[in-house]
């Protein structure tokens, strides 16, 4: 059966959970483009109590022990000229994967986007991350780049991908 899973912000209380998870999915190399978290515990601490809800979201989902099993954040552009575009990354963690976490932690991203006016989506996901490409698609996200040859894993070199989701209908001129 289905966990009660439940997608939330997320609180300073969270930020060992998702220091944790996040270290352990970059772990395997393939799925996400960084070793580890980028910050110390004390540095999340202190984001996750004070970042702006304008500029940043982090959103956890929670399993039936109120444990962390999902995690995305999200942010946008400060500059006015970017205003309009944000950029995510998540994470599931191996044990509750396709139960449709990651599906319901873009919601919740494209909801926070919406209600800010960011009209372009975007992310970056290496091109051996089938799961990940797979599930982006399906959401309206496509490819609109490339770097070729970007990460170097063990097994070789790999393509760093750009994919985009217009959130309020694509522009293609004007404003
Ligand atoms: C990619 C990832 C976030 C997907 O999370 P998830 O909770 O398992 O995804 P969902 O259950 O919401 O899947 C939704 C849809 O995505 C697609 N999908 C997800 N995983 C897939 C897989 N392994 N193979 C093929 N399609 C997949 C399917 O269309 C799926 O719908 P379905 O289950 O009804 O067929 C998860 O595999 C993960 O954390 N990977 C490691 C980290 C990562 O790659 N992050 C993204 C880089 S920014």
Redesign the pocket.
């Known amino acids: 059966m289905t966990e009660p899973y439940t997608v939330r912000r997320a609180s300073p209380e969270d930020a060992a959970a998702i220091i944790r998870l996040v270290d352990d999915?970059a772990a395997?190399e393939e799925?996400?483009?960084i070793d580890r978290f980028p910050l110390s515990m004390e540095q999340e601490v202190q984001f996750l109590a004070a970042a702006e809800s304008s500029i940043y979201l982090s959103l956890v989902c929670t399993g039936e022990a109120g444990s962390v099993v999902?995690v995305l954040t999200a942010s946008r552009g400060t500059d006015t000229r970017l205003a309009h575009v944000s950029r995510?990354?998540?994470?599931?963690?191996?044990t509750?994967?396709?139960?449709?976490?990651?599906?319901?932690l873009l919601d919740g991203m494209e909801e926070w986007g919406r209600s800010q006016g960011v009209r372009r989506s975007t992310?970056?996901?290496?091109a051996s991350?089938?799961?990940?490409i797979?599930?982006f698609q399906?959401?309206g996200f496509r490819e609109e780049g490339r770097f070729e040859r970007q990460y170097r894993l063990q097994h070789g070199f790999v393509d760093e991908i750009w994919m985009v989701k217009w959130l309020q209908g694509e522009v293609h001129a004007g404003v």
Not at 96 to 104: L, N
Not at 123 to 126: D, F, G, I, K, Q
């Open positions: 999915v395997q799925w996400l483009g999902g995510l990354a998540l994470a599931v963690s191996p509750h994967r396709r139960h449709g976490i990651g599906r319901r992310l970056s996901v290496l991350n089938e799961a990940a797979a599930l399906s959401f």
